[in-house]
């Protein structure tokens, strides 16, 4: 079981930036692949990052890549999200979520693939 609580979240300028963190309950983060998604009023959670167990792989989507950054320090079972250049179209409810056990093949982009899910912050970026 892991529980996880997100932080950060705001009110920002577009072209701001803001660093979301996601902290992680129990002693085996590290063991769980780890995802950011974010859900906007009347549309469906996206997929918008995912970080493997040891940092080694990153993917991200095409809406944020070059903008957005993960990271995780497994000491302190803490995964990161740097959002930088902010858009008005990023405003909405992010989420971090820990990976199912899966094979190593895995995308890890649906959320069918996450098994835990933080409670969300809101990131609201004014034009």
């Known amino acids: 079981q892991v529980q996880l609580v997100e932080s950060g979240g705001g009110l920002v300028q577009a072209g701001g930036s803001l660093r979301l963190s996601c902290a992680a309950s129990?002693?085996?983060?590290?063991?769980?692949?780890m995802g950011w998604f974010r859900q906007a009023p009347g549309k469906e959670r996206e997929f918008l990052t995912r970080?493997?167990?040891?940092?080694?792989?990153?993917y991200y989507t095409d809406s944020v890549k070059g903008r957005f950054t993960i990271s995780r320090d497994n000491a302190k079972n803490t995964v990161y999200l740097q959002m930088n250049r902010l858009k008005p179209e990023d405003t909405a409810v992010y989420y971090c979520?820990?990976?199912?056990?899966?094979?190593?093949?895995?995308?890890?982009?649906?959320?069918?693939?996450?098994?835990?899910w933080g409670q969300g912050t809101q990131v609201t970026v004014s034009s």
């Open positions: 129990g002693r085996t983060f590290s063991s769980y692949a």
């Open positions: 979520a820990a990976g199912r056990p899966l094979s190593g093949s895995s995308a890890y982009t649906s959320t069918n693939e996450y098994a835990y």
């Open positions: 970080i493997s167990k040891s940092s080694l792989r990153t």
